[in-house]
């Protein structure tokens, strides 16, 4: 038997997995215990194991591995060297490659991209356009959503919000209950933490730092040593 997965190498000899009918590829390895959806398809060498699910348009191809109890559903596509494992839910039309990892109670959704090698875990949510990429870590409680842009070895953690338009990278961090929305950059070794703001076009870089209630918004630009 034989199916297309329409990855350009034309029909590969497949089957449909057990539970739940989805095909999967003979060169993938599909747990019996985990579940492919009638829709969804597994294929190339990837890894689907333990209670995972795959399910409703997903995809999983290449060297990439669901694991544990995650999920990976409607039209999201985990490929590559990607891991999705633990609890971890990936949905809407996200797309998770590279060596990317996302783990623990992490949710990815909607027209997200995470690629390179960044990870998302505890109970982070990381949604609507949003791109992680790089090295970046985000966890504890974080969110980053709209059209943010986290790269580098940036590391987002704790109640932190990165949304809008905001743009955070190099060595940056943004904690506790900090905000970085609108159009503002955070980058270089900056920090962000406490319940700080910084929104608008504003700058935070070098080795500043931002913290308790401060608020950094309009075209403000702050750098240097002694923060504020």
């Not at 992680?132 to 986290?150: C, F, H, N, T, W």
């Not at 919000?161 to 900090?178: C, I, L, P, R, Y």
């Not at 070794?189 to 700058?203: C, E, I, Q, S, T």
């Amino acid at each position: 038997m034989k199916f297309n997965f329409n990855d350009g190498k034309g029909p590969v000899p497949a089957h449909k997995h057990a539970n739940g009918g989805g095909w999967v590829s003979n060169t993938a390895s599909v747990a019996d215990s985990a579940y492919v959806g009638s829709n969804a398809s597994v294929f190339g060498d990837a890894t689907v194991s333990e209670n995972a699910k795959v399910f409703e348009d997903a995809k999983v191809y290449g060297e990439a591995t669901v694991c544990g109890n995650a999920q990976i559903s409607e039209n999201a596509i985990v490929f590559s060297k990607a891991v999705v494992e633990g609890k971890a839910r990936v949905f809407g039309s996200s797309l998770i490659f590279g060596d990317a990892k996302v783990y623990g109670n992490a949710t990815v959704s909607g027209l997200v991209l995470v690629f390179g090698s960044p990870q998302i875990f505890e109970n982070a949510v990381v949604s609507e356009h949003a791109e992680v990429y790089g090295y970046a870590k985000i966890y504890g409680e974080a969110l980053v959503s709209g059209d943010a842009r986290v790269s580098g070895n940036v590391k987002v953690f704790a109640n932190a919000n990165v949304s809008e338009n905001a743009t955070v990278f190099g060595n940056a961090t943004v904690s506790e209950n900090a905000a970085v929305y609108g159009y503002a950059w955070v980058y270089g070794y900056a920090k962000v933490f406490g319940d700080a703001a910084v929104y608008g076009n504003a700058r935070v870089f070098g080795d500043a730092t931002v913290s308790e209630n401060t608020t950094v918004y309009g075209n403000a630009k702050i750098s240097g040593e002694n923060g504020c």
